[in-house]
């Protein structure tokens, strides 16, 4: 792949796999593999926990959007999306302007297993993880079935959703027109 290869956004909810699966299709394709979330904090200089503490999940928001519009290059990236990042009105949109979108899914029961012991997930700050993450789960569900292609991640050997993505990839950026 070159460096003017269409950026791969992966999206979808906490822990269905989006950074793992996004690092092994980058050393596959030969391109950059960015996590938002890890950009937005070196930017910052400061853990995501500790913007959403001291400036709100509004701005943080605010920090995704500017990184999704012009924080990292044009081509040859593949992006694992924090996991509300396509929440806010009008993100949906500037991802498809920007690349292919492909949506890690996994039941909540996965997802709870994933999750539960994670300390880096200032949404689940709270007494109820369980109680939250299930909330959460059902007011994001839609939009992420509204993505684009959904890969289910539960069940199955990382290699194969990888090349499952891999395949979904290469069909719909043959396609892509910015």
């Known amino acids: 792949m070159s460096a003017t290869a269409v950026n791969l956004y992966l999206v979808g909810f906490m822990g269905t796999g989006k950074s793992t699966v996004g690092r092994l299709l980058a050393r596959q394709l030969d391109m950059r593999f960015l996590d938002s979330d890890h950009e ?14 001291e400036d709100g999940e509004p701005k943080f928001r605010e920090l995704e959007r500017g990184f999704i519009a012009s924080g990292h290059p044009a081509h040859g990236c593949i992006v694992a999306c924090g996991g509300g990042l396509v929440v806010p009105p009008g993100m949906l949109e500037l991802l498809r302007s920007r690349g292919v979108i492909i949506c890690l899914h996994a039941p909540i029961e996965t997802i709870l297993q994933r999750t539960m ?31 684009g292609t959904m890969v ?17 990839y290469r069909l719909e950026a043959a396609h892509f027109k910015s």
């Not at 937005?40 to 503490?53: L, P, S």
């Not at 289910?152 to 993505?165: F, G, N, Q, S, Y």
């Open 152 to 168: 289910l991640t539960d069940k199955r050997p990382m290699r194969e959703i990888a090349a499952h993505v891999l395949r979904v």
């Open 117 to 147: 012991h994670t300390t880096h997930r200032p949404l689940l700050e709270v007494a109820d993880r369980e109680t939250r993450l299930r909330e959460l789960y059902a007011q994001r569900e839609d939009i992420y079935r509204r993505t």
């Open 40 to 53: 937005i904090e070196v930017a910052q200089g400061k853990a995501v926990a500790k913007i959403f503490a």
